[in-house]
């Protein structure tokens, strides 16, 4: 059997790691960060087998400083992506939101759906700044745009304050190369957002648009 390098090694212990926190918890955010990588000596031997011999043997002869170093990508990597999806997803939702309120009539709809394009179109040009400095906008910033996109579209409620901060204290945990990350797979769903908005749901609305 060919000897198994460091990141061979992480890469199985990463890949049971995040089968345990997708099985048992909703939002694998939480799971992810009791899996650090200082704590990696700590939990690993839960996620090796008996039948493990040749990943125990391969770790006991490699260097435990670069298996760390490994898995520390890989954490780093999932952990910025389901930040960035779990933003994302309140952004789409917000659109659904106001496309499925029975309780507004089409006009409110396009006035909610233009407020909304408006604050997301600026929030978008924030983070495209933010990229092309290389200086990450800091979890208050984020804070703030979500705040004034709830301000926008009404959904400025305590339950949806609380939903941006529960996602912006994992945010606060990164460096800034790996907020980046979450920053720019953000704008990525923005401009997804932003196209549902002015190309499939805009036009449903016809004279409304012209006329508001």
């Known amino acids: 059997m060919e000897q198994m390098e460091p990141g061979d090694i992480a890469g199985i212990v990463f890949d049971r790691v995040m089968d345990f926190c997708t099985r048992i918890y909703d939002n694998t955010l939480e799971c992810i960060t009791n899996h650090a990588p200082e704590q990696l000596s700590v939990f690993m031997d839960s996620y090796l087998e008996d039948e493990d011999e040749d990943i125990n043997e391969a770790i006991e002869n490699s260097d435990w400083e670069a298996i760390e170093k490994e898995y520390e990508k890989l954490w780093k990597e999932r952990l910025s992506i389901d930040i960035s999806d779990s933003l994302g997803d309140i952004l789409t939702l917000i659109t659904e939101n106001i496309i499925q309120n029975d309780e507004l009539n089409d006009a409110s709809k396009v006035r909610y ?79 997804n957002v932003l196209y549902d908005i002015e190309e499939k749901y805009m036009p449903d609305f016809g004279a409304l648009t012209n006329n508001s």
């Open 113 to 191: 759906l233009k407020a909304y394009d408006e604050v997301l179109d600026k929030f978008g040009d924030a983070i495209k700044r933010a990229l092309q400095n290389s200086d990450p906008l800091s979890p208050d910033a984020l804070h703030d745009w979500y705040m004034k996109i709830g301000d926008a579209v009404s959904a400025n409620t305590p339950d949806y304050d609380k939903e941006v901060s529960y996602f912006l204290d994992f945010y606060e945990m990164l460096d800034d190369n790996d907020q980046l990350k979450v920053l720019s797979n953000l704008l990525d769903d923005i401009g």
